[in-house]
């Protein structure tokens, strides 16, 4: 009798550890992936707004449209798509409220300068109060690159 109590006691343990053993491997499995899925985003996004600086760079120099044809500018002119797609998972990446602001209210801006500048032909000089917007967007494309990668922005050498 004290043989199948002591062997139900162990049984017991061992059914006890092995949960205990699963559920701290999928812990640490979950969190893992959550971990890849915020640097995939914090990646992604650094990505996009390194494109944006560029762009953005170049409207507030040359202070005229793109010369680029009105489907390939909607498309790919001062994108937002990345962010789109990833901003929940940057939402849970990023901790500091001021941070989050900062990028949410970014992307609106950009969003609202891409479509200003998109109505007009290419190459048409721009109003004063969108290169202003243009060159104070630059500035915060560099800061919020650096916030996400730790270096600044950098054209491509080639």
Request: aromatic share 8%; net charge negative; glycine share 6%.
């Amino acid at each position: 009798m004290l043989g199948h109590v002591l062997a139900a006691i162990f049984g017991l343990i061992g059914v006890v550890v092995g949960a205990l053993v699963t559920g701290g491997v999928d812990v640490f499995l979950a969190r893992r992936h959550e971990e890849a899925d915020k640097r995939q985003a914090k990646r992604m996004i650094a990505t996009e707004i390194h494109t944006l600086w560029v762009h953005l760079g170049l409207l507030s120099g040359t202070r005229k449209t793109p010369n680029v044809p009105a489907d390939v500018f909607e498309l790919r002119f001062l994108p937002t798509e990345l962010w789109t797609a990833h901003r929940a998972s940057l939402a849970r990446a990023i901790t500091e409220d001021r941070e989050w602001g900062e990028l949410f209210v970014f992307y609106d801006n950009v969003t609202l300068l891409r479509w200003l500048v998109a109505g007009k032909q290419p190459l048409t000089a721009l109003p004063s109060d969108e290169v202003r917007s243009a060159e104070e967007f630059h500035k915060t494309a560099a800061t919020l690159y650096q916030q996400l990668t730790g270096r600044p922005p950098e054209h491509n050498a080639d």
